[in-house]
């Protein structure tokens, strides 16, 4: 049995992080499972953890989303460990590199650049990272994101470059264009081509968002979200009613559909 660490001091930050990482280690070391992880076996994982501290977010739950936030820094400390073992880099490395970049990207905090609001602050960022040697402005915006997610990261860094609509009606008018074009290719068109309008005309839903204030990831799965609820209660009212969904007419079922709205 190896012995519990305790934290020097339990009301020092620095202390109770330094505890946790050699807990981590601990595990490392002794525990079958995290013995035999690797960065790859673990990555998925991660990106599950981002997503439940997402929906602890979307859920306005503050115990949850610090559970959920503890699970993150695990992750980050567990790729950490596994890094050392093969002296790829260490967790020090990780804590100066992201201190230093953000010290290096906000020269309006820690030096003596003015910046007038939040637009002119973004604009620096994406410079910064050009004098750093980044060789396109959509660096960094990496593959397996969803593809919501990364269109509105594509379209949001090619915004910081001046690469954008001067005036939100001008975007609306391209999501028309890009409807009408897709509605064209369902008539006419081959599956391929029907295929390519679609993605182009969500491309264009997705800017036309960004105009607004819109996160489409969260927007869509809000409404993901009500559409389950509300069809949920469609299958409850049916069982209570001795009824399968199979046998029942679509009015009928919009029936109790309307009566979750009104329970809304």
Not at 166 to 175: G, I, L
Not at 200 to 211: E, G, I, M, T
């Amino acid at each position: 049995m190896i012995p519990i660490p305790k934290p020097q001091n339990p009301n020092s930050l620095a202390d109770q992080f330094i505890n946790f990482v050699e807990v981590v280690k601990i595990l490392r070391s002794q525990c079958p499972w995290d013995k035999a992880q690797t960065k790859e076996s673990i990555a998925h994982l991660m990106i599950e953890e981002v997503y439940e501290a997402v929906d602890a977010i979307e859920k306005n739950d503050n115990d949850d989303l610090s559970k959920e936030l503890g699970d993150l820094l695990l992750h980050i400390v567990m790729h950490s460990i596994i890094a050392e073992e093969t002296q790829s880099f260490s967790m020090m490395d990780v804590l100066k590199k992201i201190q230093d970049k953000m010290i290096k990207r906000h020269p309006h905090v820690f030096s003596d650049v003015q910046v007038d609001g939040q637009e002119e602050v973004l604009r620096n960022w994406e410079e910064i990272k050009m004098n750093e040697g980044q060789e396109s402005a959509l660096q960094g915006v990496p593959i397996a994101l969803p593809a919501l997610i990364r269109a509105e990261r594509i379209q949001h860094k090619a915004s910081r470059v001046g690469f954008d609509w001067e005036r939100p009606e001008d975007m609306w008018v391209k999501v028309e264009e890009e409807f009408s074009e897709f509605k064209n290719e369902l008539k006419n068109g081959t599956d391929q081509r029907k295929f390519d309008e679609f993605g182009d005309f969500l491309f264009s839903l997705v800017n036309a968002a960004r105009f607004e204030n819109i996160v489409p990831e969260m927007a869509l799965q809000k409404t993901n979200n009500k559409f389950t609820k509300r069809f949920q209660y469609i299958e409850k009212r049916a069982m209570e009613s001795g009824k399968s969904l199979k046998d029942m007419t679509l009015a009928e079922m919009d029936v109790f559909w309307d009566e979750a709205k009104l329970l809304e």
